[in-house]
């Protein structure tokens, strides 16, 4: 089965969902890091990071380990679609009329599709919502409103109807004060890059993570 949407300045054509979730994932985590988690007490080495044993649960280790496999598959779309997103402007800017600006935009929308197309199609509807959020992270826009901005207001209504058919919001903004997983997703973030297992992008509006940390432990 396959879901159509059109994802940041059209990056992503078509998501489908043909991955298989398990039983539990949406079984909400609820999990605050501690200093005390990373510095006592015996530890999981990963490949990606290290994961505290202790004050987790069987069942919040599967969950955190499944969250970092998921931010790790997607995150670097994200960090590409912001990239993509501030050439794609640059070169807006050198056309004045509407007609060049079309053509251009479907000569990158063209290539995009082709580059990426294959890749995307192989994630999940959770890798789908994940993704979400990080566009939003890393462009400091909703995909909804990319899709407003560079397309029609009709298309991006379309599209956030039909992608919520399948729990997907286009409209979905990345809250890591508010919101636990996306907590948990910059923490994932923060890991990968001072391990150098993802390549550091800034977010659009900086996160200063030991005052967002300190914000989680208050709570």
């Known amino acids: 089965m396959k879901l159509s949407i059109i994802l940041f300045f059209c990056f992503l054509t078509s998501l489908s969902i043909h991955a298989q979730e398990p039983k ?10 501690t200093e005390a988690d990373s510095i006592f007490g015996d530890t999981i080495v990963l490949p ?6 202790q004050k987790m649960s069987d069942e ?8 970092q496999k998921r931010v790790y598959a997607t995150y670097p779309y994200a960090r590409i679609a912001a990239e993509r997103l501030t050439s794609l402007n640059r070169g ?3 056309f004045t009329s509407n007609r060049d600006k079309r053509r251009y935009f479907k000569i990158v929308e063209d290539y995009l599709t082709n580059e990426f ?3 995307l199609k192989k994630l999940s509807r959770k ?5 979400i959020k990080l566009i ?4 400091g826009t909703t995909t909804y409103d990319l899709i407003k901005n ?3 207001g009709l298309k991006a209504f379309l599209s956030n109807t039909t992608a919520y058919m399948f729990n997907i919001d286009l409209k979905m903004k990345y809250q890591p004060y508010v919101v636990n997983e996306d907590y948990l997703i910059e923490t994932i973030l923060v890991r990968g890059f001072e391990s150098g297992r993802l390549r550091k992008q800034e977010a659009a509006h900086p996160i200063d993570y030991d005052k967002l940390d300190e914000a989680w432990l208050k709570k």
């Open 48 to 53: 990606e990071l290290v994961i505290p044993t």
């Open 127 to 131: 890798q789908g919502q994940i993704l």
């Open 24 to 33: 539990n994932d949406n079984i909400p985590m609820g999990y605050v890091l």
């Open 150 to 152: 560079l397309k029609s």
């Open 117 to 119: 197309e294959a890749s």
């Open 60 to 67: 919040d280790k599967k969950q955190f380990l499944l969250l």
């Open 92 to 94: 807006m800017q050198k």
């Open 136 to 139: 939003d992270r890393q462009t």
